[in-house]
């Protein structure tokens, strides 16, 4: 993790402060319809789903963090997974929603996406919030992708929406494109 100890970076993850510049509870809801099957992957201290588990019929919270993974089993029926995002046990073709929410820059980029494929449903979405290049704080500017990488490295996707993160993220919708046959 970015130049913190993982204690520190886990309170600074969980902090009250985060909700002034990046609350889920604002967008999260207009993003599900409910009772849809949920992986977030790199979910970190489970910040995301705090309001995921609210929304989803089931909750799959994958992180490699031991630690962090301590404070997501807390979370009363959130699947807990201690695996890395690019290997899960997540059985193929199960989820309708794919979240990367501040992370994926952190990733093995090319083994996530092609399990983000093994993972979701033919018609499921990938919801991406992460930070602008310009932001003054987060990860490392040379990790940091912008919404054209994301455009390139989602090639099986269109871009359905984006939406409103705050002042230091942006936020995307990817729908997964159905193969065509001829």
């Known amino acids: ?29 207009k993003l599900l319809r409910g009772g849809e099957v949920v992986a977030e992957l790199g979910c970190g201290p489970g910040y995301y789903c705090r309001e995921l588990i609210k929304l989803a019929s089931t909750l799959y919270c994958v ?19 201690n695996e890395d ?9 199960s989820i309708d929603i794919v979240l990367l929410a501040d992370s994926f820059h952190d990733m093995d980029r090319e083994a996530t996406y092609m399990e983000v494929l093994r993972i979701l449903k033919g018609d499921g979405k990938v919801i991406v919030v992460d930070w602008r290049k310009d932001a003054p704080m987060g990860p490392p500017p040379s990790l940091r992708m912008s919404k054209e990488d994301y455009i390139k490295q989602f090639r099986d996707f269109l871009l359905e929406t984006e939406f409103d993160v705050g002042p230091y993220h942006y936020g995307l919708v990817f729908r997964r494109m159905k193969p065509e046959f001829n």
């Open 63 to 81: 992180d490699r963090s031991s630690k962090s993974l301590e404070f997501v089993r807390k979370l009363n029926g959130a699947i807990v997974l």
């Open 1 to 29: 993790m970015h130049r913190h100890n993982e204690e520190e970076m886990i309170r600074i993850l969980l902090s009250p402060e985060r909700a002034k510049f990046e609350d889920p509870s604002k967008f999260i809801p």
């Open 85 to 93: 995002s690019s290997k899960t046990s997540i059985p193929p073709n």
